[in-house]
């Protein structure tokens, strides 16, 4: 026995793909009346025409009668079989599920969602076409397009060369996180300032330290783009965000490459230019020596959804509350030694300050420049921490989707977002 479902038959304007959805599956026709979308039967129209007529509103019959001329027009296989594509912002826990999902189940994020969302979508049709209302011949097509629409298909190699199967090393673990953050000239000094100590560390055995000093200002380091995203270990079931500032020592630049190649032997021989040369595999190119010393920056740490759908980073909620002990995990990440508490600072300004007073300049500088390099790490860690906020803010996905199946999904959605479905799904599967 038929149901007795009713429809709605005022709709928003932002809903009136499922407003035609109705209007097609009980042959009546969808129209715009005082800025909201109306669903009637054929059996109504000529009263509403009329109406109209009474009404003097003879723009607003007009909108009656386009419609009315499509009741009995079928959608084509063509209709059902054209794409649109649709984008939708997820809440971090959602996306941070949806992601894991699709890399337990080696699928685009993508066709991830299409099957996901086709669950609710199923529900809804059957519900609809158990109305006495609705014309089943129209439910079928429907049905078919649904099916076809939410089943994934198998990726197709993609051949390079004649050898390379590009779908047989496709990463399904690892999502790209886009934010705002990237290099500016504060942070690219700060991040050049680790490197420039990264050269005397590796070479001041090998070079004349004086070497070092003189042309230290000429280091040319440049940055390649910032990395963020999140890989799922399979094998632990977790997972991982990272974040990657890379950089990149190319050499050392000179307006005059001649006048300092002449400078460099009469003051430190032949050897050290050859040395020189050697340790950063350096050609001169441009009036520029290129070499190559890779020199990163980067954290990573496991991060999840817990309780209430808050996301944690090494078990830390990231929020602006522990903003602190974030700045202070990813200080000990970079800088390779625990965080020292603001307080210690005091003692060793004070024994800077003594040793200017007794003009020991060597010892004040040396504390300085400990100073100065924990100031660089903090400062350099708390840009990091934006980035991480940045990052777990909320992520759009896009998919492709027939405009038929528009109208369904708001149904689908009954006054709910995309992210609530999803959930719902998640939870149980």
Same mark, same amino acid.
């Given at each position: 026995?038929?149901?007795?479902?009713?429809?709605?038959?005022?709709?928003?304007?932002?809903?009136?793909?499922?407003?035609?959805?109705?209007?097609?599956?009980?042959?009546?026709?969808?129209?715009?009346?005082?800025?909201?979308?109306? %669903?009637?039967?054929?059996?109504?129209?000529?009263?509403?025409?009329?109406?109209?007529?009474?009404?003097?509103?003879?723009?607003?019959?007009?909108?009656?009668?386009?419609?009315?001329?499509?009741?009995?027009?079928?959608?084509?296989?063509?209709?059902?079989?054209?794409?649109?594509?649709?984008?939708?912002?997820?809440?971090?826990?959602?996306?941070?599920?949806?992601?894991? #999902?699709?890399?337990?189940?080696?699928?685009?994020?993508?066709?991830?969602?299409?099957?996901?969302?086709?669950?609710?979508?199923?529900?809804?049709?059957?519900?609809?076409?158990?109305?006495?209302? %609705?014309?089943?011949?129209?439910?079928?097509? +429907?049905?078919?397009?649904?099916?076809?629409?939410?089943?994934?298909?198998?990726?197709?190699?993609?051949?390079?060369?004649?050898?390379?199967?590009?779908?047989?090393?496709?990463?399904?673990?690892? #999502?790209?996180?886009?934010?705002?953050?990237?290099?500016?000239?504060?942070?690219?000094?700060?991040?050049?300032?680790?490197?420039?100590?990264?050269? #005397?560390?590796?070479?001041?055995?090998?070079?004349?330290?004086?070497? %070092?000093?003189?042309?230290?200002?000429?280091?040319?380091?440049?940055?390649?783009?910032?990395?963020? #995203?999140?890989?799922?270990?399979?094998?632990?079931?977790?997972?991982?965000?990272?974040?990657?500032?890379?950089?990149?020592?190319?050499?050392?630049?000179?307006?005059?490459?001649?006048?300092?190649?002449?400078?460099?032997?009469?003051?430190?021989?032949?050897?050290?230019?050859?040395?020189?040369?050697?340790?950063?595999?350096?050609?001169?190119?441009?009036?520029?020596?290129?070499?190559?010393?890779?020199?990163?920056?980067?954290?990573?740490?496991? *991060?999840?959804?817990?309780?209430?759908?808050?996301?944690?980073?090494?078990?830390?909620?990231?929020?602006?509350?522990?903003?602190?002990? +974030?700045?202070?995990?990813?200080?000990?990440?970079?800088?390779?030694?625990?965080?020292?508490?603001?307080?210690?600072?005091?003692?060793?300004?004070?024994?800077?300050?003594?040793?200017?007073?007794?003009?020991?300049?060597?010892?004040?500088?040396?504390?300085?420049?400990?100073?100065?390099?924990?100031?660089?790490?903090?400062?350099?860690?708390?840009?990091?921490?934006?980035?991480?906020?940045?990052?777990?803010?909320?992520?759009?996905?896009?998919?492709?989707?027939?405009?038929?199946?528009?109208?369904?999904?708001?149904?689908?959605?009954?006054?709910?977002? *995309?992210?609530?479905?999803?959930?719902?799904?998640?939870?149980?599967?």
């Amino acid at each position: 026995m038929e149901s007795s479902i009713t429809f709605p038959t005022t709709f928003d304007p932002k809903f009136e793909k499922s407003a035609e959805l109705i209007a097609y599956l009980t042959r009546g026709i969808a129209y715009k009346d005082n800025g909201d979308i109306r %669903v009637a039967s054929k059996s109504e129209l000529n009263k509403i025409i009329a109406e109209k007529y009474d009404q003097k509103d003879f723009i607003g019959a007009n909108e009656i009668l386009e419609a009315a001329r499509n009741i009995s027009t079928e959608w084509t296989p063509f209709k059902l079989a054209e794409r649109v594509s649709k984008s939708v912002r997820l809440p971090m826990s959602t996306y941070l599920k949806l992601a894991k #999902y699709a890399s337990q189940n080696k699928l685009l994020l993508s066709d991830s969602i299409r099957k996901i969302l086709s669950v609710s979508m199923k529900k809804q049709l059957d519900t609809i076409a158990g109305s006495s209302l %609705v014309v089943n011949e129209r439910v079928e097509p +429907l049905h078919r397009s649904l099916d076809n629409w939410s089943t994934t298909k198998k990726q197709k190699k993609i051949i390079l060369d004649g050898k390379v199967d590009i779908e047989k090393y496709r990463d399904y673990s690892r #999502y790209s996180l886009h934010c705002d953050y990237c290099f500016d000239d504060r942070i690219y000094d700060l991040l050049k300032k680790p490197a420039e100590r990264f050269i #005397y560390a590796m070479h001041e055995e090998n070079l004349p330290k004086e070497m %070092v000093d003189r042309y230290i200002s000429h280091l040319k380091v440049d940055d390649l783009p910032m990395e963020n #995203y999140i890989k799922f270990n399979d094998e632990k079931g977790e997972l991982t965000l990272e974040i990657l500032a890379s950089t990149i020592v190319l050499g050392f630049e000179f307006e005059d490459y001649e006048a300092f190649e002449n400078e460099i032997i009469a003051d430190f021989g032949v050897g050290a230019m050859e040395k020189f040369y050697r340790i950063f595999s350096i050609e001169e190119e441009y009036g520029v020596l290129c070499g190559y010393a890779p020199f990163d920056y980067g954290i990573s740490g496991i *991060v999840s959804v817990g309780a209430e759908n808050k996301i944690y980073f090494e078990n830390i909620e990231i929020n602006k509350q522990n903003r602190d002990i +974030l700045e202070e995990w990813i200080y000990k990440e970079i800088a390779d030694k625990e965080y020292e508490h603001p307080n210690i600072y005091v003692d060793r300004v004070k024994d800077a300050k003594d040793a200017i007073e007794k003009g020991d300049y060597d010892l004040a500088t040396e504390i300085n420049k400990e100073l100065a390099m924990d100031q660089t790490y903090m400062e350099i860690s708390s840009w990091f921490c934006d980035i991480l906020f940045n990052s777990t803010k909320s992520k759009v996905v896009t998919f492709i989707i027939p405009p038929a199946l528009l109208g369904l999904l708001e149904l689908a959605k009954g006054g709910r977002r *995309v992210s609530d479905l999803v959930d719902e799904y998640l939870e149980v599967v």
